[in-house]
């Protein structure tokens, strides 16, 4: 993957990847922890839906820049 680009990727660019990420997480920890069936599968499916758009929504394909990434 080329990850080359004109200019740099401000934080803001990477931000609606990052909230789409999280909600992914979210939905994942509740139909992990709450046994309801179909309603769990469900909430599931949309958390793995909302992680495939954060992948697609990166401007580069990732979450983090490397030189925000170091701690």
Known sequence: ??????????????????LLAVAALVCAAIAFFWDAGLASFLLASIGL????????????????????GAL
Not at 11 to 16: A, D, H, I, K, Y
Not at 49 to 55: C, E, G, H, N, W
């Open 49 to 68: 839906a909302l992680a495939v758009t954060a992948v697609a929504v990166t401007p580069d394909g990732w979450l983090v820049a490397d030189d925000e």
């Open 1 to 18: 993957m080329d990850t080359a680009h004109d200019r740099q990727i401000s934080r803001t660019e990477r931000l609606p990847a990052q």
